[in-house]
């Protein structure tokens, strides 16, 4: 059809309505030897109106813009123009003025914008790792910053609302001091007299003990302030908790708003398991793709891409056309697996608990200041050293066992994915159970050591603070971790792949930055930070100032030390599942946070909530300081006549956004097929005008 | 090095600009073309000589030296459609694979370089040609083919075996990031 319009004009048919404004032979000669192959009427897709009697100029500087979307090299362009006779020039001095003043205004806006991304942190920096090693990497980095944000804003808030208060008011306000009950609980003495050896004070900063102890790091510094004037009243206890919850909630509002961003990118990207192969043929290829190792890196890129796409088909097939007998087969051998990775995170979970059991009682039992300190130490950071060497071989052991396992790809990399995340969500688990079981006698208050105090004040005498402890040994054991690694695993390899070229090097390669296990370490990071926040003020900061660090020593290695990766990472998802993944760790340590606030007696020697039996009861207390007034109306807000209708409210505007959801859904399928039966329109059109012509 | 008015005419300029390219790279594009062969381009174009550099030079450029598809790009945009190009031809070429171009006219062109045997359709033998360029030959010969059957039930909305632009556009149209990939900078 449009390719015999075509064919018919290529043959010498010289029908290009001529301008003469060109000033000799010498020019038309090109434009019939222009014309000869194509003539201005071939293009009609494009605005037929405006190839043209020239009749609707309305606007005429609406043309130039116009026909610089037209398809035509750039001879016939500068022809169609001559022939209008140079229209362009002529315009009224307003229209002028105007046009110049867009166009400044265009280019402030794009140097703006640049000015902005030059601003952002870290920006060229993630834009170069993006450039240099692809998509899934970059998101890694990008995860990061978003955690380096958060923590940062986080301090901010802890520190104004309960560092410096506590700080300032320390002196002003009084604290009360409510002896009742027993003497014998209160007794808290974290600085024992006696003279200190100078590098105690290095071991103190690894273990959180010492000087470090009863510091701002820790919640048992903390004492329960008030300051009461006239017109302003600050009360440390309820900042603190008020300062906790608000810490939450912030930083799920901070997930849930980029999650929601990263959920729209890949909603806009469409359905990625639906037009695969096409996108990947047309699409694939990034012209602006430099340099021949660039070059070849891509088209590697895509061949992976394409190959895993076909290996999935296949497995499918596979999978479909299996006898019975062997699906059987397959899946009991699956389910073997299954139990015995199972097994495996049993017995990490063992060793994490009896580590942590260990550990709590070597602490506990050090009276005597005089014992081996670096044997101490090691005691100290024992869970932390089994939790990393179980998050390290455990995944090893998976890996191989998947290899048997025989699913596809991409449900290989998920279920990869998931039981790393499950080991390092449990391990955290239990480690806090069993400090919890430590500390309350398993909950059991009739137990001989937890009935005095209601906790086991002979092992803690403040708990929060040993608590608040445990997980700052967890941060910095990992910063060192990750440090050490770099420089005694990464570097090395690197220098001895480079240097030394032998089979086994070339096997071995240099390493590739795995991305899963990395963005895994950030949420455990993360959601060790959550659940220690309430009991050592000061760890958003130690954690923003480790995770500045590991930029770096990250940004450091992959440069030096890795290769490109040649199996991408589908990015659009992945950063979703980041997210979702860090969404897990926040409610495991929330609802630590809310256990803590609500059973757990607090400590009666340290503290701001020494005299109240929950954390919690002194909101109601302070409840009642309120004025009448306000009172009344927070009582309204509980009761059922206020909070009936709010849910019904709430209801009614959730159905009424599901139901525009799911019609938006239903018109952009509607619309998608409008655009297919209007291409067949077209043809159909194109086809009876050239039966008419005939 | 002489300033645009002493290369062009005026009415070149005009010209130049409403065809499509901005007038700041105007210049730069200029010289990168008179750069690749100094003794065949002239410093004066108002006479407009009819000057073509052959393709061996341009495909020597560094923005295409690595590019699988220089020979294709080169032939849609040069007027011989052998892939030797004026400065004209030049200059169309770095107009629509700049940012400024619109989608509708980078898909058409797209459609084009993959258009290997130029009938205006991507028949399985145009797909296969890309296939093996993108991929540098290394994908088997069953596993080409399979992507080329893919490829064919995922965009041909006719049903006739063959892509045709409408097709093509389709399903470009669903590619948020097809404007930044057909882009060179320059």
Redesign the interface.
């Known amino acids: 059809m449009i390719s015999e319009l075509q064919r018919q004009h290529s043959r010498g048919e010289y029908n290009y309505v001529a301008g003469d404004g060109y000033p000799g032979d010498h020019h038309s000669l090109r434009l019939r030897r222009l014309s000869s192959q194509m003539s201005i009427h071939d293009f009609p897709h494009y605005n037929p109106s405006l190839s043209d009697a020239g009749d609707s100029e309305a606007g005429d500087h609406g043309q130039p813009r116009d026909l610089r979307s037209l398809p035509l090299p750039m001879a016939i362009k500068k022809a169609k123009l001559k022939s209008r006779g140079i229209q362009v020039p002529v315009l009224s001095k307003v229209e002028l003025w105007k046009q110049e003043k867009l166009k400044k205004l265009r280019k402030f806006q794009t140097k703006a914008r640049e000015f902005l991304y030059f601003l952002v942190l870290w920006g060229k920096t993630i834009q170069k790792i993006g450039g240099n090693f692809g998509g899934g990497v970059k998101s890694y980095f990008l995860f990061l910053r978003f955690l380096v944000v958060l923590n940062f804003v986080s301090f901010l808030l802890i520190a104004g609302f309960v560092i410096i208060p506590s700080l300032v008011f320390r002196q002003v306000g009084t604290s009360f001091m409510n002896s009742t009950g027993n003497e014998r609980c209160t007794i808290y003495e974290p600085n024992p007299p006696g003279l200190v050896v100078f590098y105690n004070f290095f071991l103190d900063l690894l273990s959180g003990t010492g000087f470090m102890e009863y510091s701002f790091m820790f919640y048992g510094y903390y004492k329960n302030t008030m300051v009461e004037n006239n017109s302003f009243s600050y009360k440390i206890p309820l900042a603190y908790l008020f300062t906790a919850v608000f810490y939450f909630a912030f930083c799920l509002i901070c997930i849930i708003a980029r999650m929601g961003t990263a959920a729209r990118v890949a909603v806009a990207t469409g359905g990625s398991t639906v037009v695969n192969y096409s996108m990947t043929v047309f699409n694939g290829w990034n012209f602006g793709c430099l340099g021949e190792t660039a070059t070849k890196l891509k088209q590697k890129n895509l061949l992976y891409r394409l190959q895993v796409d076909l290996e999935e088909e296949s497995l499918k097939k596979r999978a479909a056309s299996l006898t019975l007998l062997k699906k059987f087969g397959l899946h009991s051998l699956r389910l073997l697996m299954a139990l015995l990775v199972l097994g495996l995170n049993i017995a990490a979970f063992y060793g994490i608990s009896y580590a942590t059991t260990y550990s709590q009682e070597q602490q506990n039992k050090r009276v005597n200041k005089e014992s081996d300190r670096i044997q101490d130490l090691f005691f100290e950071y024992l869970p932390s050293i089994v939790i990393s060497v179980a998050n390290f071989l455990v995944p090893l052991l998976c890996d191989q066992i998947a290899k048997v396992e025989h699913y596809s790809p991409s449900i290989t990399v998920i279920v990869a994915l998931l039981r790393a995340v499950v080991l390092r969500f449990v391990g955290l688990g239990v480690l806090l159970f069993t400090l919890w079981d430590q500390i309350t006698c398993t909950g059991n208050m009739d137990d001989a050591k937890c009935k005095e105090c209601s906790y086991n004040y002979a092992s803690y005498a403040c708990w929060e603070t040993r608590v608040g402890q445990e997980m700052y040994k967890l941060t910095l054991f990992d910063l060192l971790i990750n440090i050490a690694v770099l420089v005694l695993v990464e570097f090395p390899r690197r220098m001895v792949v480079d240097n030394w070229s032998s089979k086994v090097s070339q096997l071995v390669g240099r390493q590739e930055f795995v991305v899963s296990s990395n963005v895994l370490g950030l949420v455990y990071s993360q959601t060790v930070v959550w659940t220690g926040a309430l009991f050592c003020p000061l760890l958003p900061l130690i954690n923003t100032v480790k995770f500045v660090i590991l930029f770096y020593c990250k940004k450091i290695t992959l440069f030096s030390n890795c290769r490109p990766p040649q199996k991408t990472f589908r990015s659009t998802t992945s950063a979703f599942f980041f997210l979702v993944v860090l969404l897990l760790g926040w409610m495991l340590a929330s609802v630590v946070m809310i256990y803590s606030i609500a059973v757990i007696h607090p400590s009666r020697g340290c503290g701001p909530f020494r005299f109240s039996d929950n954390m919690w009861l002194i909101i109601p207390t302070s409840f009642y300081n309120l004025s009448a007034a306000t009172q009344e109306f927070l009582f309204f807000i509980g009761s059922q006549a206020f909070t009936i209708p709010l849910f019904s409210l709430s209801g009614l505007v959730m159905c009424y956004v599901i139901a525009l959801f799911s019609i938006y859904g239903k018109s952009v399928g509607l619309l998608r097929l409008q655009l297919k039966r209007e291409s067949r329109d077209k043809q159909f059109l194109v086809k009876q005008i050239e039966e008419l012509s005939r | 090095m002489g300033s645009k008015q002493s290369i062009f005419t005026a ?2 300029l ?7 390219t901005p007038p700041e790279d105007f210049l730069v594009l200029f010289y990168r073309y008179r750069d690749l062969a100094p003794q065949l381009v002239p410093l004066d174009y108002t006479k ?1 000589p ?1 000057v073509k550099l052959p393709y061996e030079l341009i495909g020597s450029m ?2 295409l030296k ?4 220089r020979q294709r790009i080169a032939e849609v ?1 040069s ?1 011989d ?1 052998e892939g030797n190009m004026s400065l ?2 030049f ?2 070429m770095f ?3 700049s940012e400024m ?2 989608r ?2 980078k898909a ?3 459609f084009k370089i ?1 258009d290997f045997n130029n ?3 991507l028949c399985k033998s145009d ?1 296969e040609k ?2 093996t360029k ?3 030959g ?2 088997g010969e069953d ?1 080409v083919k ?2 080329c059957e ?2 064919m039930d ?2 041909d ?2 049903n006739d075996g063959r892509l ?5 556009q ?9 404007l ?6 320059i």
Do not use: C, W
């Not at chain 2, 690595?66 to 598809?69: L, T």
């Not at chain 2, 045709?164 to 093509?168: C, I, K, P, Q, V």
């Not at chain 2, 389709?170 to 097809?178: G, L």
């Not at chain 2, 930044?180 to 900078?185: M, P, Y």
């Open positions: 009415q070149q005009d010209a130049y600009q409403v065809g499509g407009e009819d560094p923005e690595d590019n699988p598809f945009f007027e459609g004209d031809d200059l169309d107009s629509v694979l171009a619109p509708d006219l058409y062109y797209a993959y009938d205006d359709f797909l890309t296939l993108l991929t540098r290394e994908l596993e399979m992507v893919k490829v995922e965009a909305l006719d045709s632009l409408e097709d093509f389709h399903m470009i149209v669903r590619a948020p990031d097809f930044s990939t057909f882009h060179i900078r």
